[in-house]
């Protein structure tokens, strides 16, 4: 096992890092920017380094600053948590070139998974589903044309660099496509500095499933089950929940083998999230994989049973899946997980300042992850996301019920939250019954307006 790990990271998740490393016995190396000086990530590490300004760019996301903190603290691997440095293949790939290890897949595989036409490729190669639509990238608006022709309308145009949501135009009628085409190409170029598109059929109301796995670095890969994640907003999700209503075990046991096979021959390594949307037909498609540990992970850990960070810490220090799992991995209950953001529960402005009381709910089957505290502060830099709530029942009437009474005593004074958001959520009968999609949020926040 390591000996030195530094966290380059911040919020909650630099301080779920951090707790994994110390039950492993691993000292811990905490980056902080000016504006976190007094954040709980640099009071638990056993050591902390100042690496720039408050703006993510001049600290978070300076790789000379984190190597420079790496180097100097004689760290032995960095681990990026998610957002941040995560999926960025360069800093993994300077982290090799200065002998420190990655927590995380090789950055030959990062880069692949970044370019969502080749992993789609990657994925059909391997027999995983995917949705009809281009052989690769689409060169012009005539091709584009054609293309939509044979799949037919609607189709969507994403861009190749692109993911989470940016860069994307559904196109519904031939006339509207060269307009449609140029503006995603022109706003992918902006965003990512790669214009090209790639085209997909486009589904009107998916349901966001997703599959979480495991590879160690000698070839072994196991999926441990899916997160449903449709409760979002604007790309940012709101409450995830493990497993998914809509699949049945069969239908995961065939994802989960075509996925192990798959990842195994690509080269995967450590934690990855294959991203599926889900049709009326109720069959998956694989749209993209993120290529570290995602927001949500909690809820899959309550299921299992396995701590999914320390898994990754002995993964990247090259212990075999067969050394760090049980025999087999059964799934138990049903978890719920609510993000709590700092910010207005109806008009979503970011709510940045000062917390004057904070009680966390506590008790059976209720699990917290968070970096703030009572007099803390939430700086106006970074994403809204101040806690997690997981919660874990024998089944969802059980979670669902935990899940709200743990709302109800989780209180947050000095700034707005989404906890009274989560708490209306809760008492909608089409998300009690389990009848939701993406397009959830949009007719629920409608349905409140009038
Ligand atoms: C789609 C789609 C419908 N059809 N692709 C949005 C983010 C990016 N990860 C993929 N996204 C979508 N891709 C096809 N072919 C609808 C979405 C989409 C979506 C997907 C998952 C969760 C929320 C969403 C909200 C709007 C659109």
Redesign the pocket.
């Known amino acids: 096992m390591f000996r030195k790990v530094l966290v380059a990271n911040r919020g909650e998740i630099a301080l779920r890092v951090i707790n994994a490393c110390r039950e492993l016995g691993v000292r811990t190396v905490a980056v902080y920017s000016e504006a976190d000086r007094n954040s709980l990530h640099v009071r638990f590490a056993d050591e902390a380094i100042c690496i720039g300004p408050p703006r993510p760019t001049d600290s978070y996301l300076n790789v000379p600053a984190v190597i420079a903190a790496a180097e100097i603290a004689d760290v032995d691997a960095i681990h990026p948590g998610y957002g941040l440095l995560s999926e960025n293949a360069n800093f993994a790939e300077v982290c090799r070139a200065s002998n420190i290890k990655f927590i995380g897949p090789p950055p030959e595989v990062t880069r692949l998974m970044g370019e969502k036409e080749k992993a789609r490729q990657a994925m059909k190669q391997a027999n995983v589903p995917i949705?009809p639509g281009s052989d690769g990238v689409i060169a012009t608006a005539d091709e584009a044309l054609q293309v939509a022709r044979s799949i037919g309308f609607p189709v969507?145009l994403?861009a190749k660099a692109g993911?989470?949501?940016r860069g994307?135009r559904i196109v519904r009628t031939a006339e509207e496509l060269p307009n449609l085409y140029h503006a995603a190409s022109t706003e992918a170029a902006n965003a990512f500095g790669n214009g090209e598109l790639y085209m997909?059929?486009?589904?009107e109301q998916?349901r966001?499933i997703e599959f979480q796995v495991l590879a160690d670095e000698h070839g072994n890969v196991t999926t441990l089950f899916e997160r449903e994640?449709?409760i979002?907003r604007r790309?940012q999700k709101l409450i995830e929940e493990a497993p998914s209503l809509q699949v049945t075990p069969k239908m995961r046991e065939e994802i989960s083998a075509t996925l192990n096979r798959c990842l195994s021959e690509i080269g995967y390594q450590n934690a990855g999230t294959i991203?599926f949307?889900m049709d009326e037909d109720r069959k998956l498609y694989f749209?993209?994989m993120n290529t570290r540990i995602q927001v949500e992970h909690p809820v899959t850990e309550a299921i299992t049973g396995i701590d999914l960070v320390k898994a990754q810490l002995r993964i990247a220090s090259g212990e075999k899946l067969s050394d760090i799992l049980p025999p087999k991995v059964e799934l138990r209950g049903h978890a719920i997980e609510c993000r709590i953001n700092a910010e207005h529960p109806q008009k979503f402005t970011p709510s940045a300042g000062k917390i004057t009381a904070f009680n966390v709910p506590g008790g059976n089957g209720i699990r917290v992850d968070t970096a703030q505290y009572a007099e803390g502060v939430v700086p106006p830099y970074y994403d809204s996301l101040i806690a997690k709530l997981i919660v874990h029942g024998k089944d969802r009437a059980e979670a669902m019920a935990r899940m709200e009474r743990a709302l109800s005593q989780f209180v947050v004074q000095g700034i707005d939250t989404s906890i009274s958001l989560h708490q209306g959520i809760f008492q909608d009968e089409d998300f009690r019954n389990g009848q939701f999609d993406?397009k959830f949020m949009e007719r629920f926040l409608a349905r409140r307006q009038s």
């Open positions: 949705l969507i994403k993911g989470g949501g994307m997909e059929k486009f589904i998916p966001h994640c449709s979002q790309h991203e949307l749209i993209e993406t």
